[in-house]
């Protein structure tokens, strides 16, 4: 089975979703959470609401401690970077968000990277809920 996302996102307080699912195939592919990691998800959800108006959503996974089959969001306090200029690490924003989410439905697509030349593509219809 590919990877995927869960069927439904959990909507916070904030209108915020943190995105998450099995990674199906992709669990022989080494996706770890240190600097041996193989795989890299990227993951998009919109959501139209009306008009102009509408809520998107930008971020990257990381491996699901709790359960190393699924990912979930890569959140900032995960992640640090090594600036190239000053050689200083630096925590950096991984996730990029406009606008509200509400209940309701929203598209959500991912790519993940795997090695120079292999990739693995997935788009659904997702359930938002509070």
Not at 31 to 45: G, P, S
Not at 102 to 115: E, H
């Amino acid at each position: 089975m590919p990877a995927s996302f869960d069927d439904r996102f959990t909507i916070d307080g904030n209108g915020h979703i943190d995105p998450k699912g099995p990674l199906g195939t992709l669990v022989k592919s080494g996706m770890t959470n240190d600097d041996k990691n193989k795989v890299h998800i990227h993951f998009w959800a919109t959501q139209q609401q009306g008009g102009m108006s509408g809520a998107f959503m930008q971020g990257q996974a990381m491996l699901d401690p709790g359960d190393v089959t699924r990912w979930k969001t890569r959140t900032p306090d995960q992640v640090s970077a090594v600036n190239q200029v000053t050689g200083q690490a630096a925590d950096f924003e991984l996730r990029h968000r406009h606008g509200s989410f509400k209940p309701g439905y929203a598209f959500a697509q991912a790519v993940a990277f795997v090695d120079p030349d292999e990739l693995e593509w997935w788009a659904t219809t997702v359930l938002l809920e509070q």
